[in-house]
């Protein structure tokens, strides 16, 4: 199996940007051991503060970013990081190639129960003229992004990533610490049968999302004339991974519960990288209205409407909407 440098190597993936991606898979590593070690790390359960959206923070995200942010800040590769555990962007080197952008621990609420969380992140090009510590750094489209990424701490440690050449898959190897190519070019299946949504806002969606999830509901006997199933996890990087693994749709709607929010999905760490990875493998990712990865960003921590997965779904979800 190879390696991940060469792999990079034969996408033509310039030597700094290898670097970089190395030096985000080396607090992989360390955070994929201290999750493993779970209670025995001390570092379950929350801590005391909120993070900026009003989120409870737990022990582990706490440390997954200070990991990051660390060897991110010291690798001399990166102008400035954002991350959301932090309230702004923070400044790296002045003449750092590299902008990243990351969610630490994905899924946290998933950290008690043994359940799959992840790491996910997106790096673009630094704007020459920009101050390092000027937020505006950060104003990028994700179709900007040169690499994308999630690293999945499941029962086994996975990063899926592109660089915009095809979406790879990488198992961990502990024997020897690295990561090892298992898959390239993943292809989501066109067709699905298979929906994750939260249920459990139903009332809360606008009327077109209401009326697609009801025709999946009706199965064979409704206007799809076929039966749908439906799988939730409550950590994106899991939804995701299942979808690029075997199709399906994903969606976080727009819903009506905090009206001051636009989705709760991320744009900037969880929706454009997350989209990068499911159009390079054959998906769409869209909201109601047009293509995530164009939407021009106006804050590090911008809230977004999420539908994503295998082409067709995605569009006959979109007609809805027409
Ligand atoms: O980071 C936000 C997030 O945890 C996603 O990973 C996940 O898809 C979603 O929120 C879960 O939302 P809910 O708590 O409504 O199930
Ligand atoms: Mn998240």
Redesign the pocket.
Same mark, same amino acid.
């Given at each position: 199996m190879q390696r991940l440098a060469p792999s990079l190597r034969q996408d033509n993936v310039s030597l700094d940007l290898i670097s970089l991606i190395k030096t985000i898979l080396a607090a992989t590593k360390e955070i994929s051991f201290r999750v493993s070690q779970a209670h025995l790390s001390g570092l379950m359960g929350s801590t005391l503060d909120e993070n900026i959206q009003g /989120?409870v923070q737990k022990k582990l995200d706490v440390v997954a970013n200070q990991l990051l942010k660390d060897v991110l800040l010291e690798s001399g590769f990166v102008k400035a990081i954002s991350s /959301?555990e932090e309230d702004n962007s923070v400044a790296g080197d002045e003449d750092g190639k590299f902008l990243v952008s990351f969610?630490p621990l994905? &899924? %946290? %609420? #998933?950290i008690d129960i043994n359940s799959l969380i992840g790491t996910i992140f997106s790096i673009h090009e630094a704007l020459p003229g920009v101050e390092a510590g000027d937020p505006a750094q950060f104003k990028q489209a994700g179709t900007k992004q040169v690499c994308a990424g999630y690293v999945l701490y499941g029962p086994s440690t996975m990063l899926v990533m592109t660089t915009g050449n095809g979406t790879h898959m990488y198992v961990l190897d502990r024997t020897h610490g690295g990561y090892l190519l298992v898959e390239r070019n993943l292809q989501i299946p066109e067709e699905t049968q298979e929906f994750a949504i #939260?249920m %459990?806002?139903q009332r809360f969606w606008q009327a077109p999302m209401q009326n697609y999830i009801n025709d999946l509901l009706a199965g064979k006997e409704g206007p799809r004339e076929k039966n749908f199933n439906m799988r939730?996890?409550?950590?994106?990087? &899991?939804?995701v991974h299942r979808v690029l693994n075997r199709g399906g749709i994903?969606t976080?709607p727009k819903d009506t519960k905090d009206p001051s929010k636009a989705g709760?999905?991320?744009l900037m760490y969880?929706a454009n990288p997350m989209s990068f990875l499911v159009e390079q493998a054959g998906g769409l990712s869209v909201t109601s209205t047009g293509r995530i990865m164009e939407i021009e960003p106006t804050d590090v921590h911008q809230r977004v409407e999420v539908i994503l997965g295998s082409k067709n779904e995605v569009e006959k979800c979109l007609s809805y909407y027409s």
């Open positions: /989120e /959301e969610d994905d &899924g %946290s %609420s #998933n #939260n %459990s806002n939730w996890i409550a950590a994106m990087v &899991g939804d994903f976080y709760k999905l991320r969880e």
